[in-house]
């Protein structure tokens, strides 16, 4: 849970119209002294640990470069499930619509499907505010322990198409309970949704080393995967600087392993970019590393941060579990709201903690979750204490229901 000091809206509220020209003005012109509303769901296992602990760095980073961060919090997730059997409220996407960004920490619980679970939030979320790309760095820390690695230098993104693809509703079982039962599910591409997130990685790669790697297989899929490699190669020849490569996801996934300097941006659909990334998170040591960004690039709608961990329930109560990818996810989501030198401190000060042996036992450390934030927060702060507001303060000063100050402009 997050510290009770901080007031929250209620689970279920009647809200007013949003006046989203507004809305849609505040995403992008944010200022140094701006207030930012945060939905905060915690959710589940260890995300209910490692979420305060991104909240009291991004308190204090806040609080250094002069704006604020007001947290909304909200109790979805498996133990919402369990007493109402759903796993957040009939109105909770028009509640998230009223913030600027979610924060997000794990969901999945062992008495629930899968299927419950990702179905029932984390994908009416995306869907529901066009959060089409899915951006996972992946990047080597210095003192991180990774068995694949050596001490090399990883530095690489995965752009992943996160709203159509092969996670789709359309399919079915027939034919149930006999010996011909049949289930199918049928991808769903489309040449506006592989362009938009090809556009995205591109422009990304070109503010980073200029190299595209799309992932495929289209010698086995012939109809969606040679779709997919068509646009890509129309919208890579837009970029003339940039270099592409196509690679066979299973060749890919070796070669992330065995050879991961090679890469910058890899640009893939939403299955085989979910699986890449996770392999990718093992290979710079831990998936309790790695944040990931559910984005609205035009930022018409709130973005979604995350760490890429699920809900460990194994970790649940240990004081043990990492809070980096959370950590990190926070700091995505302030460079996303405008705040770049703030997001950069975040990531230098992690990189700092981590070098200097202070490490959680995933990494072969033996520091706990308040440990190493603690460590992180002593590193931003550089002896600056007197600059931190304390969140009672600053929830008191930002109001009770910030999203009112929308609705009503």
Same mark, same amino acid.
């Given at each position: 849970?997050?510290?009770?000091?901080?007031?929250? %809206?209620?689970?279920?509220?009647?809200?007013?119209?949003?006046?989203?020209?507004?809305?849609?003005?505040?995403?992008?012109?944010?200022?140094?002294?701006?207030?930012?509303?945060?939905? /905060?769901?915690?959710?589940?296992?260890?995300?209910?640990?490692?979420?305060?602990? %991104?909240?009291? /760095?991004? =308190?204090?980073?806040?609080?250094?470069?002069?704006?604020?961060?007001?947290?909304?919090?909200?109790?979805?997730?498996?133990?919402?499930?369990?007493?109402?059997?759903?796993?957040?409220?009939?109105?909770?996407?028009?509640?998230?619509?009223?913030?600027?960004?979610?924060?997000?920490?794990?969901?999945?619980?062992?008495?629930?499907?899968?299927?419950?679970?990702?179905?029932?939030?984390?994908?009416?979320?995306?869907?529901?505010?066009?959060?089409?790309?899915?951006?996972?760095? *992946?990047?080597?820390?210095?003192?991180?322990?990774?068995?694949?690695?050596?001490?090399?230098?990883?530095?690489?993104?995965?752009?992943?198409?996160?709203?159509?693809?092969?996670?789709?509703?359309?399919?079915?079982?027939?034919?149930?309970?006999?010996?011909?039962?049949? %289930?199918?599910?049928?991808?769903?591409?489309?040449?506006?949704?592989?362009?938009?997130?090809?556009?995205?990685?591109?422009?990304?790669?070109?503010?980073?080393?200029?190299?595209?790697?799309?992932?495929?297989?289209? =010698?086995?899929?012939?109809?969606?995967?040679?779709?997919?490699?068509? *646009?890509?190669?129309?919208?890579?020849?837009?970029?003339?600087?940039?270099?592409?490569?196509?690679?066979?996801?299973?060749?890919?996934?070796?070669?992330?392993?065995?050879?991961?300097?090679?890469?910058?941006? *890899?640009?893939?659909?939403?299955?085989?970019?979910?699986?890449?990334?996770?392999?990718?998170?093992?290979?710079?040591?831990?998936?309790?590393?790695?944040?990931?960004?559910?984005?609205?690039?035009?930022?018409?709608?709130?973005?979604?941060?995350?760490?890429?961990?699920?809900?460990? !329930?194994?970790?649940?109560?240990?004081?043990?579990?990492?809070?980096?990818?959370?950590?990190?996810?926070?700091?995505?989501?302030?460079?996303?709201?405008?705040?770049?030198?703030?997001?950069?401190?975040?990531?230098?000060?992690?990189?700092?903690?981590? %070098?200097?042996?202070?490490?959680? !036992?995933?990494?072969?450390?033996?520091?706990?979750?308040?440990?190493?934030?603690?460590?992180?927060?002593?590193?931003?702060?550089?002896?600056?204490?007197?600059?931190? *507001?304390?969140?009672?303060?600053?929830?008191?000063?930002?109001?009770?229901?910030?999203?009112?100050?929308?609705?009503?402009?």
């Amino acid at each position: 849970m997050l510290p009770r000091n901080r007031e929250f %809206a209620t689970e279920t509220t009647t809200l007013p119209i949003v006046n989203w020209s507004v809305h849609q003005m505040a995403r992008k012109t944010p200022q140094a002294d701006v207030t930012h509303c945060i939905t /905060v769901i915690p959710g589940d296992g260890i995300g209910r640990e490692v979420v305060p602990a %991104a909240i009291t /760095v991004l =308190d204090a980073v806040s609080a250094q470069y002069g704006f604020g961060l007001f947290w909304d919090e909200k109790n979805w997730g498996s133990g919402f499930y369990k007493r109402y059997r759903r796993m957040m409220p009939i109105d909770a996407l028009d509640q998230i619509a009223r913030t600027d960004a979610v924060l997000l920490g794990a969901v999945g619980d062992p008495d629930i499907s899968d299927s419950e679970t990702l179905w029932g939030m984390l994908i009416p979320i995306r869907r529901q505010f066009d959060q089409y790309v899915n951006l996972r760095p *992946i990047r080597s820390l210095p003192g991180a322990r990774s068995p694949w690695s050596s001490g090399a230098d990883i530095d690489f993104v995965v752009v992943r198409e996160n709203v159509e693809g092969e996670y789709s509703e359309v399919g079915g079982r027939s034919y149930r309970g006999t010996d011909h039962e049949s %289930a199918y599910q049928q991808a769903i591409f489309t040449r506006h949704g592989i362009g938009r997130l090809t556009h995205y990685a591109c422009r990304l790669a070109s503010q980073r080393r200029g190299r595209v790697t799309s992932a495929t297989k289209s =010698d086995g899929l012939i109809h969606t995967m040679t779709f997919w490699d068509e *646009i890509v190669q129309e919208v890579a020849a837009q970029h003339p600087e940039l270099q592409l490569n196509s690679a066979h996801i299973d060749a890919l996934a070796a070669s992330i392993l065995t050879d991961p300097e090679q890469f910058d941006v *890899i640009v893939a659909s939403n299955l085989f970019g979910d699986i890449l990334s996770g392999i990718a998170a093992a290979v710079v040591g831990s998936v309790g590393v790695s944040p990931s960004a559910n984005l609205n690039p035009e930022r018409r709608y709130p973005s979604m941060f995350e760490p890429v961990h699920g809900s460990a !329930p194994d970790l649940v109560g240990r004081g043990i579990a990492n809070p980096t990818g959370a950590i990190w996810a926070g700091s995505m989501m302030l460079e996303h709201l405008g705040h770049r030198q703030a997001a950069e401190a975040v990531v230098d000060a992690l990189t700092a903690v981590i %070098a200097a042996g202070t490490c959680t !036992p995933d990494l072969g450390g033996t520091a706990t979750t308040s440990d190493f934030t603690a460590a992180v927060v002593a590193e931003l702060q550089d002896g600056r204490q007197s600059l931190i *507001i304390a969140p009672s303060k600053r929830a008191a000063e930002f109001g009770r229901v910030c999203p009112r100050r929308f609705a009503d402009t």
